[in-house]
């Protein structure tokens, strides 16, 4: 998820970057983050609902319980 | 741990594409879509059902449900597994069966899904014209309509309501932290919020009270405890959000079995009492930083860490000599649960729903550089409730590896079948699928029986904790009619 990216970014940001650059598995971690990420992201724009703000609109329920 | 639960979960029903439709109709459809539901359709005995009773003394008015018996076969579908699956008001409802223990109770609601997802699948197949039914594990249209998700727990009937009421509400309200679903928007009209905690904190309007459809109470009084009356209480906890994720239900039943535990032995929260119960819900609802602090009766200010905290410390002097491995799981769980929401509740987003669905939205938008406003953003507060597994993103996420569970979908698919073996759902779930052509109705309390000469006989089930698979298990195996087994359970 994004967090996942976001603590890959963060972790860039605070380590030296030499190390980084340096250690493959680090680097093959973030790259493997971000994939599943835009994969994730790819399913969603594939199963989200057409119309959107329709479907949503007209989705009313009665009060339950 | 020995704590008898079940919960109900009202799902949200929508048939797209063909206009204007009904409700009610299309929950009914749907229900009698479900391709394992028992031919032979047993009844579901009412007799012994009374929502009106009042757990502070007195009944209240009005009409108690005693459908016909060709209706009341197209409402009810009793399961194999012991729950209870049909139409109540304008909703398709699931019912668990009485499960022993939070973990189980998790795989019987996660089975619940299951059985909610094929219903969709056979109804838009036998169904005619171009619509489809969509079904959402979630509690709110938004648009200021509520469907309920109950959880209720066996509970000593020696422990006083008012003691019962006191020592939970504080931990009700405050628990949403690590129980909410997350709620895109509001509500409330006039209040502009981009994201909220709990889906359901809007709804509740009032402390203590017997409704659950208006004026909805944090504390529910319904006093029908399916049970015998002079031992048992069902406490009817309304206020809880319906969640997708396996550790947050695990949670929220966990932490609350444990909780009513102590107060049945005695151990009291105290100086915790809040000073306006129903506001804070909703102000604790719309602070995502989990930080700011809510008064409490005695004048002080704190958090709903802090609150939780005390409730915490309590639990783990409380069980501190206990074994139980699921007892020291939930203490563990719910001690970094509080830490993380603490440290930074982005810590959460493969475990809390709220923090899951925030995190998923908030990369889509980042993405596609849209704002809250967006639709696209209100579609994905929707389906990612959505109980089909190839358009929930919930599931999504599941596939992914983007979430944490325990469960395995071979468990899942067992239980939707085959009843828990510690409590009389077994003894339910086992005879329905044994002699299905013999029981005549089913209910919590009941099992009743055709006999051969055309009487009905009734077995009694007023302590949950027996009909279990040790006790009748092998009477029921060495039964081979409804007579013998009768003749069995009579000697």
């Known amino acids: 998820m994004s967090k996942q990216v976001r603590k890959g970014d963060k972790k860039k940001d605070t380590d030296k970057k030499e190390d980084v650059a340096s250690n493959p598995e680090v680097t093959e971690k973030g790259k493997k983050l971000k994939e599943d990420m835009d994969k994730l992201m790819d399913e969603i724009d594939d199963v989200l609902e057409e119309n959107a703000e329709e479907f949503v609109k007209n989705y009313v329920q009665k009060g339950g319980e | ?491």
């Open chain 2, 1 to 491: 741990m020995k704590k008898i639960i079940g919960t109900e979960t009202e799902f949200g029903i929508v048939l797209k594409g063909e206009g204007r439709t009904d409700a009610v109709t299309s929950s009914m459809f749907l229900v009698n879509s479900y391709p394992y539901s028992l031919s032979s359709a047993p009844l579901w005995d009412y007799e012994n059902e009374n929502p009106l009773l009042d757990a502070r003394g007195f009944e209240a008015d009005g009409e108690r449900e005693r459908p016909g018996a060709e209706y009341n076969k197209l409402l009810n579908k009793p399961l194999s597994n012991g729950g209870r699956y049909y139409v109540d008001g304008a909703h398709p409802e699931y019912s668990t069966p009485e499960c022993s223990d939070p973990k189980e109770l998790v795989l019987y609601e996660k089975a619940g899904e299951r059985i909610l997802e094929l219903s969709v699948e056979f109804a838009n197949r036998r169904k005619q014209g171009e619509g489809r039914f969509s079904v959402y594990k979630n509690n709110t249209d938004h648009k200021g309509n509520s469907y309920g998700y109950h959880e209720n727990y066996l509970v000593d009937r020696s422990v006083s309501f008012e003691k019962l009421s006191s020592q939970l509400i504080p931990f009700l309200v405050t628990r949403q932290i690590f129980t909410g679903s997350g709620k895109v928007g509001s509500d409330v009209r006039s209040d502009f919020i981009p994201y909220q905690i709990s889906q359901r904190a809007d709804f509740f309007e009032v402390l203590i009270d017997l409704n659950t459809m208006v004026k909805r109470p944090i504390i529910n009084t319904r006093d029908e405890p399916h049970a015998d009356p002079k031992r048992f209480r069902r406490l009817h906890v309304i206020v809880g959000d319906a969640n997708m994720s396996e550790i947050t239900t695990y949670l929220k039943v966990g932490t609350m079995a444990l909780v009513l535990t102590m107060i049945e032995e005695g151990r009291e929260v105290s100086g915790v009492e809040l000073d306006d119960a129903v506001r804070s819900i909703k102000d604790i609802s719309r602070d995502l930083t989990v930080k700011e602090k809510v008064r409490l009766s005695r004048g002080v200010a704190w958090s709903a860490i802090e609150i939780q905290r005390e409730y915490l410390s309590a639990a783990e002097a409380h069980f501190a000599q206990c074994a139980d491995p699921i007892t020291r799981e939930i203490l563990e769980r719910w001690r970094k649960v509080l830490d993380q929401l603490e440290d930074d509740p982005r810590q959460l987003t493969r475990e809390i729903d709220w923090v899951i669905k925030l995190d998923l939205i908030e990369s889509y938008m980042q993405r596609h550089e849209c704002g809250w406003k967006d639709s696209r953003v209100a579609m994905m507060d929707l389906q990612y409730h959505d109980v089909v597994s190839d358009k929930g993103l919930y599931y999504a996420l599941e596939r992914g590896n983007h979430v944490e569970r325990f469960l395995t979908p071979e468990a899942i698919l067992a239980a939707q079948a085959a009843p828990p073996e510690g409590t009389r759902a077994y003894f339910r779930g086992t005879c329905l699928k044994k002699f299905p052509k013999d029981v005549y109705a089913a209910s919590w309390a009941t099992v009743l029986f055709n006999t051969d000469n055309g009487v009905i006989k009734k077995v009694p089930l007023m302590d949950p904790f027996k009909g279990d698979k040790e006790r009748v298990g092998p009477i029921i195996e060495k039964a081979k009619t409804v007579e013998e087994l009768l003749s069995l359970l009579a000697g």
